[in-house]
């Protein structure tokens, strides 16, 4: 196990650039099991989730190649449909597995998928689109077992807009027989790169960037080159560090169109940013105004955002509301900002009440998901004193070299070993 230490208050200031998109390139590696050949993908972000998923892939057959954000997998020896049980448990995107090894083989056994604690996370709405399609669907305790001798297009509404349903069902829809329409889907920047990675190998979907997904199903998909875009919860993340960090920040790789809300909670608090071509800089001259912020589907605030942009809270001058629609369980990290000398009330577990300014000081605090994680690294860059941070590793899941980037504009951060 491993914990961050950093030392703070520091000044965060210069360039820092988002990587690619995690969220894009999981689906996307998944997806290259639709075709039989060489995928050639740029810009991944070397990350744990990352190197976790290519683990998975080449057990099932498929060789891979990753060096300098650029990765080959070349699917042309996969032969399993049966995940290894133990690395499926380690990562929840490996439900995206469940779609493309069952639109290549008919079949697929697969156990429930893992991922970080932030509530209950059912897969019911993935499940009844594979049975829309024609999938047979049988659980043993944690173990699904999903065939299906045909697949057909059908119409088919999501009980839930979800990313990783959508993404799913997509991979089954663009290789059945016929049409499908598909209702309620989510439209967040990567399902779209998702979407045009399909297009790219041959899938016919229409609608992409709304709701309503027509696709015609075709025989066979091949094997193409994609660039993955920005990640939009990195930039995110980075672009709040600049707004609570006293610097001159500039976040490069920030695509404004991907966040119409962050900047409009921006300017509402009185966040000082200038927008540039792909990068946004922040440099904070003023008080902060309170304010409500409520997390939605994309093109609304991303729940992924939900917590590092409760930093900028604590230093309102007031108080502001949280209101998390997305997931229960996501606002347990305020017990650990608490720690650190926030006044934050969880009014239920969905919404969440704080009260600023707060000086923060540093102390020892557990990372708990991935996104609570980065926001504790922030909270601790801006706090005074020392702070260490528990499970290093979760927040490894999905920020590359998080040390090194954070580093580099100025923070006192590095890793240790935890002692038991
Ligand atoms: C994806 C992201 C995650 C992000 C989330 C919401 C990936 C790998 N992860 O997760 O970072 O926080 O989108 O933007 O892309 N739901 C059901 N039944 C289902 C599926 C979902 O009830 O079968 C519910 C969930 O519990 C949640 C909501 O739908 O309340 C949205 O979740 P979903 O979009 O599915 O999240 P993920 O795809 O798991």
Do not use: W
């Not at 940013?273 to 922040?282: A, D």
């Amino acid at each position: 196990m491993q914990s961050f230490i950093i030392k703070g208050p520091t000044k965060l200031e210069g360039e820092i650039s988002a990587s690619g998109s995690k969220n894009a390139a999981l689906p996307i590696i998944a997806a290259s099991i639709l075709a039989s050949g060489i995928t050639t993908l740029k810009n991944i972000p070397d990350i744990v989730d990352i190197q976790n998923l290519l683990k998975i892939l080449e057990g099932l057959g498929a060789k891979t190649n990753f060096e300098n954000n650029v990765l080959t997998i070349d699917t042309k020896d996969i032969k399993s449909y049966i995940p290894d049980k133990k690395l499926v448990k380690n990562l929840r995107a490996s439900v995206l597995l469940m779609g493309s090894i069952l639109a290549r083989f008919g079949k697929v056994e697969i156990p429930t998928p893992g991922g970080c604690f932030i509530g209950p996370r059912p897969i019911d709405v993935h499940l009844a689109g594979f049975e829309a399609l024609g999938a047979t669907i049988t659980q043993e305790k944690d173990m699904y077992f999903l065939e299906a001798s045909k697949l057909t297009g059908n119409k088919f509404t999501f009980g839930k807009i979800s990313v990783t349903a959508t993404e799913n069902i997509l991979q089954t829809a663009v290789l059945s027989e016929g049409e499908s329409e598909l209702r309620l889907t989510a439209i967040e920047p990567h399902v779209t790169d998702f979407c045009n990675f399909l297009v790219k190998m041959g899938a016919k979907i229409d609608g992409i960037g709304t709701h309503f997904l027509k696709v015609k199903g075709v025989k066979e998909l091949h094997s193409v080159e994609h660039e993955i875009i920005p990640d939009q919860i990195e930039a995110g993340t980075f672009a709040i560090a600049g707004a609570v960090g006293k610097g001159e920040l500039i976040v490069n790789n920030f695509i404004a169109e991907h966040h119409d809300m962050l900047l409009n909670k921006f300017s509402e608090m009185g966040v000082n940013f200038t927008l540039g071509k792909n990068n946004i800089t922040l440099k904070q001259n003023r008080a902060l105004k309170p304010i409500n912020i409520q997390t939605e589907v994309y093109p609304g605030l991303p729940t992924d955002l939900q917590a590092p942009f409760s930093i900028l809270l604590t230093q309102a001058e007031g108080t502001s509301n949280i209101f998390e629609t997305i997931f229960e369980g996501r606002l347990n990290y305020l017990h650990e900002l608490n720690k650190m000398g926030a006044s934050a009330i969880v009014s239920n577990p969905h919404q969440a009440r704080i009260i600023g300014p707060t000086p923060l000081h540093g102390t020892h605090i557990s990372g708990l998901d991935l996104r609570a994680g980065a926001t504790l690294i922030i909270a601790s860059i801006i706090a005074e004193g020392t702070s260490e941070i528990n499970g290093a590793e979760v927040i490894d899941r999905g920020y590359e070299d998080i040390v090194g980037k954070l580093t580099n504009i100025g923070a006192n951060i590095e890793r240790k070993e935890e002692e038991y």
